[in-house]
């Protein structure tokens, strides 16, 4: 099945979400100590603005 070149470009876009939810879930089931975790706090609230400011674009784009 061949995607349309707007298919393979929304791709990425609708990992982010995802991404976010894995990475939110792995934070809570983390233990505290753990090495990782300050890293991961880090790359939790890092993606949370991300999809924020990506959402608002397309809120932007559609508007027009």
Not at 1 to 18: F, G, K, T
Not at 47 to 62: D, G
Request: hydrophobic share 45%.
């Amino acid at each position: 099945m061949a995607l349309s070149l707007e298919n393979m470009l929304i791709m990425p876009v609708q990992r982010l979400p995802r991404y976010l939810i894995l990475l939110t879930e792995y934070e809570k089931n983390l233990v505290p100590n753990h090495p990782d975790a300050a890293n991961l706090k880090k790359a939790v609230t890092l993606l949370e603005k991300v999809v924020s400011q990506v959402n608002e674009t397309m809120k932007l784009t559609e508007a027009l």
